[in-house]
């Protein structure tokens, strides 16, 4: 099943991962050498730390390499500029009892960071708006109790 991704989130996989086999895998490899030199690898802690580190490595290469495989890459600034709420889009929300607006980027799963207004598409929250156009009402099920919101704006940035 493809999994949707933004064009940004797939840059972001695809760096980690060139680190981790530039950068991160020499350099366990070269502690890995080092502790062998020390001998008896049984009783060498920095040994078997070296290779566990190394097997977090790779694990996460792996795991880099299949979502990326698995991939849909959606270029909210490809379409063509909407009115809808859809995955990659910013939406500007008006909390109604607040009076408070917040702005939210909607994105894949791994991109997901609310300290810096990115949503998970599969977030309550996201599902709530997904479809909603601006001046729309939404009333949206938080952990708090329900939050009614009105979408402000849509943008395909």
Request: with cysteine; proline share 3%; glycine share 6%.
């Amino acid at each position: 099943m493809k999994v949707p991704m933004t064009p940004e989130g797939a840059e972001s996989l695809r760096n980690e991962m060139a680190h981790l086999k530039s950068v991160v895998r020499p350099q366990i490899a070269a502690s890995i050498a080092e502790a062998r030199a020390h001998g008896d690898l049984k009783e060498n802690a920095e040994y078997h730390a070296a290779k566990e580190q190394q097997g977090f490595s790779e694990g996460r290469v792996m795991e880099i390499e299949g979502k990326l495989a698995n991939a849909q890459i959606i270029d909210v600034k490809k379409l063509q500029n909407g009115v809808k709420v859809v995955f990659g889009c910013t939406v500007t929300l008006l909390n109604i009892d607040t009076d408070e607006s917040t702005t939210y980027k909607i994105v894949g799963e791994d991109e997901a960071d609310i300290k810096i207004s990115k949503i998970s598409v599969l977030s309550p929250l996201a599902r709530a708006i997904i479809g909603k156009s601006a001046e729309d009402e939404v009333r949206f099920e938080a952990p708090s109790g329900v939050i009614e919101y009105e979408v402000l704006s849509v943008e395909y940035v």
